[in-house]
């Protein structure tokens, strides 16, 4: 009876000690495994709006001390495109870059029949967006070498973002394809850019002198701002090619590392070889920068 009795609280006891091993084993997080490529889809940064989204992309045997992070922000005159941009750079970058993170973001987007969104809003949400990578690098295995890039608005948001709020260095370089650099200059340019930036800065330079001056990347340029990669066409009909040339003036003037160049005969957005071959001599820059 004694015996049985035993038996019987040590099955119990092991049947227990069973059940509870597999049940911490199913609700243990088993975490982003670093040996295999992860895509994490419209990942939220943000709980503000429901277009604060992220597409991350990480590389299978990345490590925190050699994966790097690229950062394309999207273009579309602030109110219009979104993160899937990204997918046509995606396999230009990747044949130059080793080891690299990818990240593509959307923001929120300027809302012409509402009038909701007004700049900064968009800058905002860069800001958020960044601090979220910057809270995700562990979790993710990659380092805090952050390059962070766009095109046209996106690429006037990534330089506004290295140049004035990149107080904790995660940015550590940045690259602009045919940006606005200086808005008070960019008005002016046609109607279309008057009609647009009046509405997205809640006025013109005159009468908002001080947000015209807090949304230009240009003011905020300073002897240690992050070295900078800028390309623009001289047939830019959108974004003229002096808002690049201003930029390139005072990043020499303040002896800033940086890659310019002017691609002839192109204008807002450039053909796929060039696209290609332009990557290729950023990240022979960024190569030179970021060792």
């Known amino acids: 009876m004694g015996k049985a009795y035993l038996r019987t609280i040590t099955g119990s006891l092991f049947l227990g000690f069973v059940l509870l091993l597999f049940s911490c084993q199913e609700n243990e997080d088993p975490g982003l495994d670093a040996r295999v490529a992860i895509d994490l889809l419209d990942v939220k940064y943000s709980e503000d709006r429901s277009n604060q989204l992220m597409d991350v992309y990480l590389p299978a045997n990345r490590n925190p001390n050699t994966t790097k992070v690229f950062v394309w922000i999207h273009g579309g005159g ?139 990347p240009l003011n905020f340029v300073d002897p240690q701002s992050v070295p900078t990669v800028l390309f623009h066409g001289d047939k830019d009909t959108v974004v003229p090619i002096s808002q690049s040339k201003i930029l390139e003036e005072a990043l020499i003037a303040k002896n800033i590392h940086h890659l310019v160049e002017y691609v002839i005969g192109q204008g807002h957005g450039f053909s796929p070889q060039t696209n290609k071959e332009l990557i290729g001599k950023m990240q022979g820059f960024l190569d030179g920068v970021l060792e």
Do not use: C
């Open 78 to 216: 602030w109110v219009d495109g979104n993160k899937s941009e990204f997918k046509g750079f995606r396999p230009w970058l990747e044949e130059v870059q080793d080891d690299f993170a990818y990240v593509a973001i959307n923001y929120s987007l300027y809302n012409i029949s509402q009038g909701t969104n007004r700049f900064p809003t968009q800058e905002e949400d860069i800001k958020k967006a960044l601090a979220y990578i910057k809270s995700q690098l562990p979790a993710w295995n990659v380092s805090d070498y952050v390059v962070l890039a766009g095109g046209s608005a996106g690429g006037h948001l990534a330089l506004l973002h290295s140049y004035k709020n990149n107080e904790d260095n995660l940015v550590k370089a940045t690259v602009a394809f045919f940006p606005p650099t200086d808005l008070t200059t960019f008005y002016g340019f046609s109607a279309f850019t008057n009609l647009l930036l009046e509405n997205i800065m809640g006025g013109n330079p005159t009468n908002r002198k001080e947000n015209y001056f807090n949304g230009s």
